[in-house]
């Protein structure tokens, strides 16, 4: 039994594909949006309980292989799920979507993390922040003129920083849709975390259709040493091999 560790688009991609191959899979979920699409294989929503909650649930399963499809920024699964599996001499792969780059036109401006945005964008700005609800708070040092958070579920909570509101969407966005958002906003700035993926190019592709600036956050390093595919199929190639 192959454990998929999901919460993105490619790896729903994926786990369609395991199962028209056949290939017995469980997808797990940290249970972060509300009511998530459904998944076409066996899903368990929620975390795991700690390293040694994850260690259990791999023996209760049989647990064969682990291909951890989660975001690129969600780091601290990665890095867990990678060493216990190293130390159990369990195949792991980590299928990670490759990193956007900019193409002409774009006016990117590289963040090394969100404490360095104040570096790259001015005071008293418009900005756009489409990297998630959980970084919304952690904005605070940010001068600006007005700020939007695009969030998958509504919060029931108020606006956590001055001058800003939420803005509710459900991934994924068209780039007429990212367009006619932004010319309605007017935000100077778009604030993205470098997710890569096809899907989310549409913001940028926007962006750069309305001349925004974009402050592209990096990637936090993944663990040394470990496989990595960034195709799905490719990823597909692997769970085969090790079904
Ligand atoms: N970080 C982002 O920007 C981002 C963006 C889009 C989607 N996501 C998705 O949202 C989830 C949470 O992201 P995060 O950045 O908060 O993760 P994280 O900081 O790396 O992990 C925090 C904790 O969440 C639980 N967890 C994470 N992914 C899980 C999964 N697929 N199945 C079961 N438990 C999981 C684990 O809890 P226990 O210790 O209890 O096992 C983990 O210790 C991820 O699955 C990720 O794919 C993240």
Not at 58 to 86: G, M, N, S, Y
Not at 134 to 141: A, F, I, N, P
Not at 163 to 180: I, K
Request: proline residues 7%.
């Amino acid at each position: 039994m192959i454990l998929l560790l999901a919460g993105t688009m490619e790896a729903r991609n994926l786990a369609g594909m395991l199962a028209q191959s056949g290939i017995d899979c469980i997808a797990s979920l940290a249970g972060v949006t509300e009511s998530p699409a459904p998944y076409p294989v066996e899903t368990r929503v929620g975390g795991f309980g700690g390293a040694e909650g994850f260690e259990a649930f791999l023996d209760a399963q049989e647990i064969t292989a682990v291909i951890d499809a989660t975001h690129p920024f969600a780091t601290e699964i990665t890095r867990r799920t990678a060493k216990i599996c190293a130390a159990r001499g369990l195949p792991y792969l980590r299928f990670e979507r490759r990193e956007w780059r900019s193409r002409q036109g774009d006016a990117w401006h590289e963040a090394a993390d969100i404490a360095d945005l104040a570096r790259i964008i001015p005071p008293r700005q418009r900005i756009f922040l489409a990297t998630g609800r959980q970084t919304v708070d952690q904005m605070g040092h940010l001068e600006h003129a007005y700020i939007w958070a695009r969030v998958v579920d509504a919060p029931s909570e108020p606006f956590p920083l001055e001058n800003g509101a939420w803005v509710v969407g459900r991934p994924p966005f068209s780039q007429a849709a990212e367009e006619a958002l932004f010319a309605e906003l007017r935000p100077d700035w778009l604030v993205v975390k470098n997710a890569g993926g096809a899907s989310g190019r549409a913001k940028l592709d926007a962006a750069r259709a309305l001349g925004m600036s974009v402050a592209m956050i990096a990637r936090p390093p993944a663990p040394e040493g470990i496989t990595r595919r960034e195709d799905v199929l490719d990823a597909l190639e692997w769970a085969e091999a090790h079904a």
